[in-house]
């Protein structure tokens, strides 16, 4: 039999095998993270009908190479563009998460641990994020129990992040207030009996709004010096109750004019803004003594902040004996005494300038966000926040070595290296993660249907090998005839 025939079988299995990877890369042109492939040819085997001589030096004959005849090719290697990044599709979904860099989500049947890119994920019913496609859980870490805004790095784990607890953020009640703003000594409100009002909205322990009121008030503005008096507390219905659940400063004792009598009709004894005089034509002065109140003092002349409470301190507490409420640090720290064309700017918030410790109702978990590093925060409508967790991702030396395992997975071979079972944060090799998009397939049809011409074409020469020789074997046995 002749050995052309073998080649052009061996040609003809080998154009199918490239042909079979070909249709496979344009089957999954619309799938998620696929990696095309690639295959290699090499020539099979060579029969050697004469060995390779060497030079007779004594003869002066010469060598003679070696006489060796194929016997087809056969296919040498199917590579994976594995490190190539397909693009983003843009989904919205923000459990659809796109890896930039040669790293792989890890995931998990319950048993063993497999690799993909594809990041469409979902909420499954016990609340653990899972590839969309199989179900298989999403690995990673949980935050540290004993400091819940760091995690924890240890060996992978699912992701639950739908717990019942993380479904709501725990109320909790206002410890620190900041005053800000300008106080005018010409205000008519600082100057009057009821002072410029200042609400400042608090929770308790449960969550429950109230309002504090407070009002501040003149004592002699051209020195700079005020006090600020505690009015009461409302509730959310704008109810009063009862005052004492909170202490506020103490006794603020100064001298003021005093008004004159409305009975008295002497105009010798009363001046023109209607203050009582003595027999030398001076104001006469009264001792007044303000409760709930402390001293808000400024620099003479400069207007700058000088103390609270009597002193140079910039806080003063309101304490409680309630069992609703905690202890609140007003700082004062950030009010002026400057001129404002008559109109104070003075006011209350909760918390301090940086937001710590305003307290805050119950919260509703309002949304989930996913962010570069695989960290998962769950918001909430009371304004705070929650690490959820956070996603882990596997590298290898050689991720041409994994292995398929079909549905986009991977699986860890000796080749690829060993995955360690802990997992890195995928920043740490310069990559990132994007939420709301997917990664595509990175097959270039153009490429596929070029390299499908050729293949078309290979086979057809190989089928000719095949017609060829068997019209000389037909030859061969016509010599009988």
Known sequence: MMRSLFAGVAGLKTHQTRMDVIGNNIANVNTTAYKSQSMVFSDLMYQTTQKASGANAQTGVGGTNARQIGLGSKTSSIKTAIASQGAAQSTNDPFDIMISGDAFFVVSNGSEN??????????DGKGNLAMTSTGYNVMGWKP?????????????????????????????????????????????????????????EIFDNQGYKYTVKLSVHAID???????????????ANGKYIDKANFSFG?????????????????????????????????????????????????????????????????????????????????????????????????????GTEAGVGEGRKEGQLSGITVQKDGMIYASYDNGQRRLLGQIAVATFANPSGLEKEGDNLYSATMNSGDFDGVGEDITEGGGRMDSGVLEMSNVDLSQEFTEMITTQR????????????????????????
Request: cysteine-free; glycine content about 10%; charged content about 25%.
């Open 221 to 235: 503005g051209d020195k700079g010096q005020f006090f600020v008096r505690y009015d009461g507390i409302q509730d």
């Open 114 to 123: 497999f690799f993909t890119r594809d990041g469409s994920f979902y909420i």
């Open 250 to 350: 103490g006794d603020v004792t100064y001298e003021r004019p005093k008004k004159a009598d409305p009975n008295n009709t002497d105009p010798d004894k009363i001046d023109d803004e209607g203050y009582e005089l003595d027999a030398n034509g001076d104001r006469v002065m009264e001792t007044v003594t303000e409760h709930d109140s402390v001293n808000l003092n400024y620099v003479e002349g400069q207007g700058t902040f000088q103390g609270v409470g009597g002193g140079t301190e910039e806080t003063v507490t309101m304490t409680t004996t309630s069992a609703n409420f905690k202890n609140i640090t007003i700082d004062f720290s950030a009010t002026f005494n400057y001129n404002k064309n008559g109109t104070s700017t003075i006011g209350a918030y909760a």
């Open 144 to 200: 540290d129990p004993d400091n819940p805004q760091n995690i924890k790095r240890n060996t992978v784990e699912p992701l639950r992040i739908m717990t019942g607890t993380n479904m709501t953020y725990p109320p909790a009640a206002t410890e620190n207030a900041t005053v800000d703003g300008i106080v005018d000594k010409y205000d008519t409100d600082v100057n009057g009996p009821d002072g410029r009002i200042m609400n400042l």
């Open 458 to 481: 290979g086979f057809q020469a190989n089928s000719r090998i095949i017609t060829v020789s068997d019209t000389l074997l037909e030859e061969l046995t016509n010599l009988k005839r």
